[in-house]
């Protein structure tokens, strides 16, 4: 996957507020990080200025070396997966057609791709023709990863992605993400306010203060105590 730099990323509210401020940062290709802090430090700020969720009042956010700014929305983001904090599933297609959605945008039709990321995603396929309603939220939350997967991308961007979930189902999704980094070189941003999640998934750890980055370090200096 691609690498990620934040050139002084600097974002501003409406309101004044100042949520992400000045930050610099490589996030290397390949690598799983993860953005921890506090809740209102501008963890899932930082996140979305990667897909132009949220563009930046200063600064800027490069993948592989290309500003995100440039060009239309949709061509940043058919390359990042993006694992939304309430999961948003659409509620009137099913599980397969929510998969395939990211593929239907590329005009792409393919039912073989739906199943086999059930099974990255470690569901059953046979829950693809069952709707959102009918899932669990762990199981809700294992179709929102396949979609994200759905067209390839070399990016995954992920917002508290394990939030809901029960220890056992998120050990699981986590070791899948895991797996597919380490195979297929995926990078992996995660966001998350769960120190011992970041420290099971992630190879590196940056600590969000106010909008700032407050320590850049791996789970085995955190765990040293250091
Ligand atoms: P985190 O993901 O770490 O919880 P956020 O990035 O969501 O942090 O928020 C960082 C700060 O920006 C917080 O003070 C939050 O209240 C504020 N904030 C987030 N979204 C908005 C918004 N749309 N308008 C104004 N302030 C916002
Ligand atoms: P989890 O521990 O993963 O959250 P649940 O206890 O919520 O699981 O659900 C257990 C099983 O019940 C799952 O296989 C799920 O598919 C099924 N289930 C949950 N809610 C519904 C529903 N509204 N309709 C049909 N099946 C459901």
Redesign the pocket.
Known sequence: GPGVTFERVTKRYADGTVAVDAVSCEVTAGSFVALVGASGSGKSTLLKTVNRLIPPSDGRVLIDGVDVSEGPAWQVRRRIGYVFQNVGLFPHLSVAENIALPLRFERRSDPARVEALLDTVELPRA?GG?MP???????RQRVGVARALATDPGLLLMDEPFG???P??RDTLGRAIARLQRKRGLTVLMVTHDMAEALLDAERVLVMEGGRIAADTTPAALMRGE
């Open positions: 829950l069952r309603a009918e899932l669990s939220g762990g199981q809901a979930l029960d056992v189902t």
